[in-house]
């Protein structure tokens, strides 16, 4: 190991039961270098991350890091912190029922002599890591009564605070606006002057050509190879990553610009005065069949409420919602399930994927609710539709009955998707589907919203962070800023600078 490099994996191999998950895969990591890891979902990044903080044990090759004479391996996170290396996931796993303070020095509390902690050092030094990511927040208060976004920032000044030799950001702004990102960066870059290696794993591009000078590739669990980022540029990456050229999706946008216009009288769903205190201000809103309808808004602009309200999963509190032309008699999410409607949630951690249940039983459970509980669907049902599925949505995995904790994010995300199409949904909710997931499973899902729309008459709720996407696939925008509905754009020879305009106020 020369003396500019802190991490070297030689030769990685990682297989589970059926999947060789990495194949005699090397990664090489230099001090004061930001490094993307880079790949499909299943490409094996997750793996890799995993294998070097001691998550999973690798089954072949060695992993050296600066300072160890001999090879390491990390049995366990808290072991890969010793050794060095910290990690910041993109779901957060912190405690929210604790205090910020709590959650940066969990395990490493300063003490007084009697063995009691020292809540008033611990929360000045809390305070300190916090100015490190550009934070300046109550550091008493519980994580949980913050946004996500905070949440996410607090996780990686608990990383940055540890002093790591490297720091592996996981997908860390997919839950940060604009504003957090740049931040987010100029923390980066203030710890790669100061030496700090970090890895960084994203699946936006953007971000990738303006903060990194280094990129590895994988796919299908073998590296692709290593590039200097000027070496790389993004049609050659995207290409490396999928296999072959990549297709820059300009027939979904021609698809969605062609829709023809849906009769006024052909209503699905319409609102009027529907909101919730607190939550989402009234608006009005009509959507008809086989339109979709794009909401977008910064972070915190009240989307995803507006779209569990139309759901029921939270309940208005004034205004009136009609469903095919008739009052939603919904209390419950079941009852509109029942209704026809369908609602995929932004976070698949928490309200998506059910860890310990399979694949199949993941794809089922809409359907048998939809059914009732005391008609159980026939296992020969449930593998015909499973497979059916799995092939449409193009599912990774070794099984039906493989647990749907075992795939990767994209593949649980496809397994979501699949959950609600099952139902044969009339209207269909998808709050950020693509976040998180790789181009090439982005492109399918963009697709799919077109065909679904435009061959089966599906209506369609389309929620993204992503304005270019949200341009690709729907036919018109509603626009939101600070929990009200401020206008409406029809997606026709408008571009991203008219969306921003309207989000800034100009609509």
């Known amino acids: 190991m020369d003396k500019d490099t802190v991490l070297t994996m030689r030769s990685i191999d990682k297989v589970f039961p059926g999947v060789q998950a990495l194949k005699d895969v090397d990664f090489t990591l230099k ?49 890969a912190q010793r050794n060095g290396i910290s990690t ?70 608990r990383a940055v605070d540890v002093e790591a ?14 504003n957090e990102v740049k931040k987010l960066f ?15 794993v994203t699946h936006f591009l953007e971000q990738v050509y303006e903060v990194c000078d280094t990129i590895t590739v994988l796919r299908n669990g073998e590296l692709v190879g290593a590039y200097e980022i000027e070496d790389l540029p993004r049609v050659k990456l995207v290409a490396s990553m999928l296999g072959h050229e990549y297709d820059d999706l300009s027939e979904i946008k021609s698809a969605a ?3 023809g216009e849906v009769d006024e009288t052909d209503l699905v769903l319409e609102a009027e005065g529907l909101g919730r205190s607190g939550t989402i201000k009234p608006f009005d809103l009509k959507i008809r069949k086989g339109e979709v309808v794009g909401l977008t808004g910064l972070l915190g602009s ?9 759901f029921c999963a939270d309940r208005p509190d004034h205004g009136d919602l009609q469903f095919k032309k008739s009052p939603l008699k919904a209390h419950a999410p079941i009852d509109s399930i029942k209704q026809g409607m369908a609602f995929l949630p932004e ?33 020969a049902k449930q593998m015909e539709l499973a497979k059916q599925f799995i092939d449409t949505l193009r599912i990774k995995t070794a099984s039906t009955e493989t647990l749907v904790k075992q795939l990767s994010g994209g593949n649980q995300q496809k397994v979501i998707l699949g959950r609600w199409l099952i139902t044969n949904p009339e209207f269909l909710i998808l709050d950020e589907p693509t976040r998180g997931i790789d181009v090439g499973t982005k492109a399918e899902i963009q697709k799919l919203i077109v065909r679904l729309s435009e061959e089966e008459n599906v209506t369609i709720m389309f929620i993204s962070s992503e304005i270019e996407e949200m341009l690709r696939t729907v036919d018109r925008l509603c626009v939101l800023c600070d929990r009200e509905k401020t206008g409406e754009l029809k997606n026709s020879g408008i571009g991203q600078h008219d969306v921003m305009t309207a989000i800034a106020g100009g609509v």
Request: hydrophobic share 45%; with cysteine.
């Open 257 to 259: 610009a062609e829709t």
């Open 88 to 157: 910041v996931y993109q779901e957060v796993n912190l405690c929210p029922n604790i205090s910020v303070a709590e959650n940066i020095f969990i395990g490493r509390q300063p003490l007084l002599p009697w063995g009691a902690v020292n809540w008033k050092k611990m929360n000045r030094m809390a305070e300190k890591a916090l100015a490190k990511v550009g934070l300046e927040l109550s550091v008493t208060r519980a994580l949980g009564e913050y946004s996500v976004a905070i949440q996410q920032m607090v996780a990686i000044a």
């Open 165 to 178: 030799k490297v720091l592996i950001l996981d997908e860390p702004t997919s839950s940060l606006d604009d």
């Open 347 to 379: 976070d698949r951690k928490e309200e998506g994927i059910i860890a310990d249940l399979s694949v199949r039983e993941n794809l089922m459970i809409a359907l048998q609710a939809r059914t009732g509980m005391f008609r159980l669907l026939p296992m």
């Open 31 to 79: 001090k004061g270098e930001i490094h993307a890891l880079m790949g499909e979902n299943g490409a094996g990044k997750s793996t890799l991350i995993k294998v070097l903080t001691g998550v999973y044990l690798k089954d072949g090759g060695e992993i050296r890091i600066e300072g160890e004479e001999n090879p390491i391996v990390n049995h366990s996170p808290e072991e």
């Open 186 to 200: 100029e923390v980066m870059r203030s710890l790669k002057a100061d030496g700090v290696a970090i890895i960084f």
């Open 302 to 310: 009240g989307r995803s409420e507006l779209a569990r309200l139309l």
